[in-house]
């Protein structure tokens, strides 16, 4: 099995920070993309960030300026480093990684979700 395990949510004030991150860990030869989600009640579940094995990311155009995707390939891991926080970024947040699991394979592995909640 692959298993994505989050941390890093919790609850912050407008304009505050939070750090994300997502390791995977199994029987892993590599991995390719990464990327976070996230779901607000009552919303579909949009994407984030992602980045690909490369180091190119891509970004929502509502989170630009102010989220980092990140990953470290040696640990498997992504992150996402939140800045300026708004009440609008409230969500549970998913990451998923595209898993190298045989040849020529890969498997897209969610996470467990974590909530981000910004109130003040």
């Known amino acids: 099995q692959v298993q994505l395990v989050e941390s890093g949510g919790g609850l912050v004030q407008p304009g505050g920070s939070l750090r994300l991150s997502c390791r995977a860990s199994g029987s892993i030869a590599s991995i390719n993309a990464m990327g976070w989600y996230r779901q607000a009640p009552g919303k579909e579940r949009e994407l984030v960030a992602t980045?690909?094995?490369?180091?190119?990311?891509n970004y929502a155009d509502s989170v630009k300026g102010r989220f980092t995707i990140s990953r470290d390939n040696a640990k498997n891991t992504v992150y996402l480093q939140m800045s300026s926080l708004k009440p609008e970024d409230t969500a549970v947040y998913y990451c998923?990684?595209?898993?190298?699991?045989?040849?020529?394979?890969?498997?897209?592995?969610w996470g467990q979700g974590t909530l981000v909640t910004v109130s003040s």
């Open positions: 980045i690909a094995s490369g180091g190119s990311t």
């Open positions: 998923k990684q595209s898993v190298l699991v045989g040849t020529g394979r890969y498997l897209e592995v």
